[in-house]
């Protein structure tokens, strides 16, 4: 009796992991079903690492759906559960601390968001911030960074000076030189320019010179 005992318990795991859905819809997020409620509740934008953590502690000690369990084998009204907590996770014993949206303005109270809810809010919080003209806004509004990094070297938008100034300098350079001259000469060589005027200002010192008379017979 005893080892039918613990063979019955061992078909009825086997057969929920058989018939484990392969595909779980949670707020609004296609999850694996292989996935343990752990890790699947960190494939929804806006949890994380920790809140994850918190979030699955919670599960288990109110809804007693284990952090290990499959997604794909909980039941419908278990997955409502989960969907319960993931909503408002602060009502199930989850520090207001980790939630991500502190003293919000319209609910008058912190509140957690998650999937498409939390990328339109964010970007309402950015037109809004564009609106008031705020700091935080101009920057928004000209691409800058909002966050105190930095801008010199990385982070650029528009033209970059530095090349356009380095093509100025060559042009300058090159309008300097004379004609006939490339803009740059090897070390301890004269340019060519250079050794022409040396040769035609000394044709012209020897002609200068006046010759001696010829001797008279």
């Known amino acids: 009796m005893a080892e039918e005992q613990q063979a019955k318990p061992k078909g009825q795991e086997g057969k929920k992991a058989s018939e484990a859905i392969s595909i779980v819809r949670l707020s609004g997020r296609d999850i694996n079903g292989r996935l343990p409620v752990f890790r699947a509740l960190r494939q929804i934008k806006g949890i994380g690492q920790g809140m994850a953590n918190a979030m699955a502690q919670a599960i288990e000690k109110s809804q007693g759906i284990g952090r290990d369990r499959q997604i ?3 039941s419908e009204e278990e ?25 919000d303005a319209e ?16 970007r309402q919080d950015m037109d809004n911030s564009i609106k008031q003209q705020t700091w935080i806004g ?23 000076v530095g090349v ?13 030189a004379p004609k006939g001259t490339s803009g ?20 012209s010192a020897a002609e200068a010179v006046p010759k001696p008379a010829a001797k008279q017979e």
């Open 72 to 74: 794909g084998t909980l």
């Open 138 to 160: 101009f920057r928004r509004q000209y691409g800058q960074k909002v966050r105190g990094q930095r801008t010199r070297a990385t982070g650029r938008t528009g033209e970059t």
């Open 79 to 103: 997955t409502t559960k989960l969907e319960s907590v993931i909503k408002n996770p602060e009502k199930f014993g989850v520090p207001s601390f980790m939630l991500n949206r502190q003293k």
């Open 184 to 203: 740059t000469a090897k070390p301890g060589t004269a340019p060519a320019g250079a050794a022409a005027g040396a040769t035609a200002s000394g044709a």
């Open 164 to 176: 356009a100034k380095k093509k100025l300098e060559d042009a300058e350079k090159a309008s300097r």
């Open 107 to 122: 609910a008058n109270a912190s509140i957690h968001m998650v999937g498409t809810d939390l990328v339109i809010k964010t």
